[in-house]
């Protein structure tokens, strides 16, 4: 389980007199169980990205605590990553190396053993089915076999916690039905604890067995899609997400005509 507790982020951007503080993240709370998805749906800009960038250690949260099954990661970095598989946006894959080296490689970081990076590789690319690309360079790779080069990367230490960030973004409709596929397996098979974000409704409804809806750096509805749909009284789960992470303009909207 991962438990995100008063989480807060700010940034600086520019410099000087035009520097400006951005509020990123900002007393974000929820909790991700184990054998289920759990989606981070919001606008861009919403935090999404800078929320699991910082329960993968990958940026230092200004405060709040993020535990991965009851680990602090911020006492044991190296212990909490050990339990997670991060695929980021930045795929990040040797060119010059074939799929096949790209996952033992990082078997080998994770600890592994030479034969037993080897035995995973093969499993999962049976998982994944990418048998086909384990020979090839991934230079040229499509982009859906580059996500599906860097989930094996990911999950090659057979981690019990995923975390993806907007993973179908540039996939065809046959690369997202694989991943989405890939990822049901994960759950119900392997009772991972999967985290992802992103802003396509579809892969909410399809995939979450829990939202939570970010807007401006903050949790402003958390539930699955039936219970927020009873919500908020819709049947269109596009119109609930509105409703959700844009009530603040709509009400600013209503003070302004009303003036």
């Given at each position: 389980m ?5 989480l ?11 520097a ?7 007393d974000?709370s929820?909790?991700a169980e184990?054998?289920?998805i759990?989606?981070?749906?919001g606008?861009n800009g ?10 993968a ?8 605590q993020?535990t ?13 990553l050990s339990?997670?598989?991060v ?6 894959l040797y060119p010059r190396?074939?799929a096949?080296?790209?996952?033992v490689?990082?078997?080998?970081l994770?600890?592994?053993s ?7 590789a093969?499993?999962l690319a ?6 086909p690309?384990?020979?090839r360079r991934?230079e040229g790779?499509s982009q859906g076999?580059?996500m ?9 230490h ?15 409709v ?11 397996r994960?759950?119900d ?6 985290v992802?974000?992103?802003h ?6 399809r995939?979450?067995d ?6 401006h ?7 699955s899609?039936?219970e927020?749909?009873?919500?908020t ?8 997400f509105v409703?959700l992470?844009f ?5 600013q ?6 003036a």
């Amino acid at each position: 389980m991962i438990e995100v507790t008063g989480l807060s982020k700010r940034f600086v951007r520019g410099r000087g007199r035009k520097a400006q503080v951005v509020q990123a993240v900002q007393d974000l709370s929820f909790r991700a169980e184990d054998g289920r998805i759990t989606g981070l749906l919001g606008p861009n800009g919403a935090g999404k990205t800078s929320t699991l960038r910082m329960i993968a250690t990958l940026i230092t949260p200004d405060a709040g605590q993020v535990t991965v099954d009851g680990i602090d990661i911020a006492r044991e970095p190296r212990r909490a990553l050990s339990r997670m598989g991060v695929l980021s946006d930045a795929r990040g894959l040797y060119p010059r190396l074939t799929a096949r080296e790209n996952i033992v490689y990082y078997g080998r970081l994770q600890g592994l053993s030479a034969d037993a990076a080897e035995a995973r590789a093969e499993a999962l690319a049976d998982m994944l089915e990418m048998k086909p690309l384990l020979a090839r360079r991934t230079e040229g790779f499509s982009q859906g076999e580059r996500m599906k080069t860097a989930l094996a990367r990911a999950l090659v230490h057979d981690p019990s916690h995923i975390i993806l960030d907007e993973p179908t973004n540039g996939l065809d409709v046959l690369a997202t039905r694989s991943l989405r596929e890939a990822l049901r397996r994960l759950r119900d098979e392997q009772r991972k604890c999967i985290v992802f974000s992103t802003h396509i409704m579809q892969e909410v409804e399809r995939l979450c067995d829990q939202v939570v809806v970010m807007s401006h750096g903050r949790t402003v509805a958390e539930g699955s899609v039936p219970e927020l749909l009873q919500r908020t009284g819709d049947t269109d789960f596009e119109a609930c997400f509105v409703k959700l992470a844009f009530r603040d303009e709509a009400a600013q909207s209503g003070v302004e005509a009303g003036a």
